[in-house]
Each structure stands twice: as structure tokens, then as C-alpha cells.
């Protein structure tokens, strides 16, 4: 199995992007994909049916499969990870993931704390060039589709969070809902943990062991990744994005956006459709 591509939409009612991330599609042999939904309201058409979106829905699109997803409450926008993957019939999982048992086993209730999983793999995946790391997200993926193909066989979820586990991972899933509701605001990591009733070194070591990051620079990315969507998918000027964002400035706000993505807003936007008429995701631009 081999990832092609992973995205994180936030909050998707810019009507540009809407129109780009609802669109009714299907990809090719041997591409399959996974939309695991964070949050928001509406349905996703998948082949022949419609499915109302819960929190913690995962959902399996194979090969020539026409999907939509359809956002039906924007004052509920929908929060979703979109992995693109391609799986070969050598591929010792491919004869579970093209199997109509497995397939209708679809929408996976797989609960929200699996939200580090997809990050983690956007993360890595984007650091293509080392190959080790994108191998270990591809191991991680296989693992997940073994346990669905296990509760499958079961008829039991794995993916009911044991008190231990829960308890290991909730401060972590708590602080990243906190801050993914501040994309559009300002935070401090010590209002973050005065919520959590946790200290601050705590909380930047358990971000440090499983998003290998700290917390605040968690929020920039996803700030920026939030911008890359404004700027490809609304008319805002840079001025108002960085506004939007919450940023002190539109100086702040390029510069921040410059040592993410490798060049400026104004950049990003003019040379991004020219460079990449044909792309299925919004990626940072290789302008070097």
C-alpha cells in the first residue's frame, strides 16, 4: 500500500472550496480513500448511497466509486482528513479492501481519538523526501485497515478506547480540539492548559511525544494550512486573511506563511493553479 496524498479540510464553507471539495468524483484503479469527519454537519454520497455525517465517521471510496461530500449546514461546517492511497492486487490487503463485506462495513465508527493517527500522517507524509518516515505512516495505515478487517470478522470494535488509552490520549485530543477552534482567533498555551487543568510543560511534553511538536506551533500550522485554503479558495485579500486568522499584522502573517510553505501569500496564490493546473489536493508550492 502506498499514500498518495492526505489533506485536512477545516471547516469547509468557503464556497469555493465547497464547490472544489464536494464535487461529485471518483478516482481510478488502484486508488482507494478514506474521509475520517471530525465534526459538522452533512451527508456523504458514497456509489449508490447517502449517509448523514457523524463525529468520528470513517468512510472507505474504492476504485471507479462516485463520491460527494455534501455540506448541508454552514453553520456547522464540516472538519474532515481525506487520505488518498493506492493498494495493487499484490498488495496482501487488497482482496479485504475490494470485498463487498468489508466495503458495505462502511461508515466506521471509529470515534475522534484516531484524529492523531491522520495528522500524523499528513505530517510525515508532506516530509516526502524522507522516506523512512513516509513508510512508517504507510505500516500505520495497513494496521488500521487489519483492525477494521478484524472487527469485521469479530463482529467487536476495536476501536472502543480502553479507560488506559483514553486516559493516555485525552489531554492530547482535548488540547487539538481547543486549538482547532481557534484557527480564526488568538490562544495562549497557558489559556489552553488553565482549560485542561494541566500545567504547560506537561502539555508541551505530551504534544512533543505524539505530534512531535509543541502546541503553538500546532495552532500556526494549522493557521497556515487554514490560509493555503483561503487563498486558493476565496477572493480575501492577504490583509484580510491575516486578519481573519487573528495574526497582529500582515507583516506577521507573511512572514509566518513564508517559512511554511517557501514563499509568500501573494506567491502561493498567483503560481499555485499555474504550477499545478491538475492537482487533486491543495499542497505547499515548490518554488525553488
Not at 472538519?79 to 466506521?108: G, I, N, R
Not at 487554514?226 to 480575501?236: G, I, V
Request: hydrophobic residues 40%.
Amino acid at each position: 500500500m502506498k499514500i498518495l496524498d492526505v489533506v485536512f479540510m477545516f471547516q469547509m464553507k468557503e464556497e469555493r472550496m465547497i464547490q472544489w471539495h464536494g464535487r461529485r468524483h471518483a478516482h481510478p484503479e488502484p486508488q482507494f480513500e478514506f474521509h475520517y469527519f471530525l465534526g459538522g454537519h452533512g451527508s456523504f454520497k458514497n456509489g449508490g448511497r447517502t449517509h448523514a455525517i457523524e463525529k468520528g465517521n470513517l468512510f472507505l471510496s474504492v476504485p471507479e466509486q462516485m463520491h460527494e461530500i455534501v455540506a448541508d449546514n454552514l453553520e456547522s461546517p464540516l472538519s474532515y482528513y481525506a487520505l488518498l492511497f493506492e493498494a495493487t492486487p499484490e498488495d496482501y490487503l487488497y482482496p479485504y479492501l475490494t470485498d463487498p463485506s468489508f466495503q458495505a462495513f462502511f461508515p466506521a465508527k471509529i470515534g475522534t481519538t484516531h484524529r492523531l493517527f491522520f495528522e500524523d500522517a499528513k505530517n510525515k507524509f508532506n516530509q516526502s523526501e524522507n522516506t523512512f518516515r513516509v513508510r512508517a505512516v504507510e505500516l500505520r495505515l495497513e494496521a488500521l485497515v487489519h483492525d477494521l478487517v478484524g472487527d469485521l470478522h469479530s463482529g467487536e470494535s476495536s476501536f472502543l478506547v480502553g479507560d488506559h488509552e483514553e486516559a493516555f490520549n485525552l489531554h492530547v485530543e482535548q488540547a487539538l480540539g481547543i486549538l482547532q477552534n481557534h484557527v480564526f482567533s488568538q490562544i495562549s498555551l497557558g489559556d489552553v492548559c488553565e482549560q485542561l487543568k494541566i500545567t504547560e510543560e506537561y502539555l508541551i511534553r505530551l504534544f512533543k511525544r505524539h505530534m512531535n511538536m509543541t502546541p503553538m506551533r500546532y495552532l500556526n500550522n494549522l493557521k497556515m494550512e487554514t490560509a493555503t485554503s483561503l487563498l486558493l479558495n476565496s477572493d480575501l485579500s492577504v490583509k484580510e486573511i491575516s486578519w481573519k486568522l487573528g495574526f497582529s499584522s500582515q507583516y506577521h502573517f507573511s512572514r509566518n506563511f513564508k517559512a511554511y510553505s517557501g514563499c509568500t501569500p501573494t506567491d502561493y496564490r498567483a503560481n499555485y493553479f499555474l504550477n499545478n493546473p491538475n492537482n487533486y489536493h491543495m499542497k505547499i508550492l515548490d518554488v525553488s
